[in-house]
Nanobody, 121 residues
Framework: QVQLVESGGGLVQPGGSLRLSCAASGSFFSIYGMGWYRQAPGKERELVATITSGGSTMYADSVTGRFTISRDNAKNTVYLQMNSLKPEDTAVYYC???????????????WGQGTQVTVSS
């Protein structure tokens, strides 16, 4: 069983910063790409940022220059540093990872439970 557990969400004022963490635990063979998605009330879930196992990153236009995704492969953890936060960044943030549970089984997507980020004065 693979679990992704997010932490680090909360309430922050506009212009502030937060750092999200997502740790993978359980029994698995390897983790491939990891990423962060978000879903605001009344909107569809959208991609925020992704990072490959080799460290290549990709960002949504709306967060480029403000957010930084990183990962620690030894800790099976992905981070999202969010700076210059805006009210429109308010959403539930979800961690995603492609996990190979056994050597001969293809990687499958796993999701965390989500963490609320609220940007408000």
């Amino acid at each position: 069983q693979v679990q992704l557990v997010e932490s680090g969400g909360g309430l922050v004022q506009p212009g502030g910063s937060l750092r999200l963490s997502c740790a993978a635990s359980g029994s698995f063979f390897s983790i491939y790409g990891m990423g962060w998605y978000r879903q605001a009330p009344g909107k569809e879930r959208e991609l925020v940022a992704t990072i490959t196992s080799g460290g290549s990153t990709m960002y949504a236009d709306s967060v480029t220059g403000r957010f930084t995704i990183s990962r620690d492969n030894a800790k099976n953890t992905v981070y999202l540093q969010m700076n210059s936060l805006k009210p429109e960044d308010t959403a539930v943030y979800y961690c995603n990872a492609g996990v190979k549970v056994r050597p001969l089984v293809g990687a499958q997507p796993y999701w965390g439970q989500g963490t609320q980020v609220t940007v408000s004065s």
